[in-house]
């Protein structure tokens, strides 16, 4: 089984505040995802990458960075952190598999608070 | 990218069989169907994809109808632990990569 370890698993930050959430994965997939879970929107593509120093952009991307330091390390990064990111995030990982041989593997989420 | 449509909400008793339906009238042939489930306090889980017909797993199997617009996830003998979001998705092949996930289908299973 895949494994996709998240760090911090909650985090209270204050408005203005730099927060990173760091996302590892043991499993030598090539692609890694951010994805922020709301009440009603069901999950949204932050940012995601297919190596290490590439970087994609998502569906929701304003107000967050990411860097992809290596293929295991995927982190998000909110330098002036806002209310509205207040969210659930999931970070996950993929292989590059054929037409329809693509399973997304999740970690177990951090929560963020942002007073 | 085809949008895909399914019931906010289903219940079943514990053994049961139960049918996810989820509709994708603009699919188009390049697009695969997944579906991912997610219990409380986890992230998305792989279930199942197909691309036509029927395809099953240990876990479930997945029918599509012959014009691909419908698809249907069936899990047999639902217990406690099946609780969970269900979420059909559907997106090119060569964007396998990038899945975009709406609200799903929310299973309450009751003992």
């Known amino acids: 089984e895949a494994a996709v370890t998240q760090s911090p698993r909650n985090k209270v930050t204050v408005t203005g505040g730099n927060v990173t959430l760091s996302c590892r994965q043991t499993?030598?997939?090539?692609?890694m995802y951010w994805y922020r879970q709301d009440t009603g929107h069901g999950l949204r593509l932050i940012h995601y990458?297919?190596?290490?120093?590439?970087?994609q952009i998502g569906d929701v991307p304003d107000g967050y960075k990411a860097t992809r330091t290596t293929q295991e390390d995927f982190f998000l990064l909110l330098e002036l952190a806002s209310p509205s990111q207040t969210s659930l995030y999931f970070c996950?990982?993929?292989?590059?598999?054929?037409?329809?041989?693509?399973?997304?593997?999740f970690g177990a989420g951090t929560r963020l608070s942002v007073l | 990218l085809a949008k895909t449509t399914q019931p906010p909400s289903m219940e079943a008793y514990e053994g049961q069989e139960v049918n996810v339906s989820c509709s994708h009238t603009?699919?188009?042939?390049?697009?695969?169907i997944y579906w991912y489930r997610q219990v409380p306090h986890q992230g998305p889980q792989f279930i199942i994809q197909g691309y036509k017909d029927y395809v099953v797993n240990e876990v479930a199997s997945l029918f599509i109808s012959a014009d691909r617009k419908l698809s249907t996830l069936s899990l047999p003998w639902v217990s406690l632990r099946d609780a969970a979001v269900y979420y059909c998705i559907v997106t090119a092949s060569n964007m396998g990569y990038k899945l975009t996930f709406g609200t799903g289908t929310s299973l309450l299973v009751d003992p």
């Open positions: 990458s297919y190596g290490a120093g590439n970087l």
């Open positions: 996950a990982s993929s292989t590059t598999g054929g037409a329809g041989q693509n399973t997304l593997y």
């Open positions: 603009n699919i188009a042939t390049s697009e695969y």
């Open positions: 499993n030598s997939h090539n692609y």
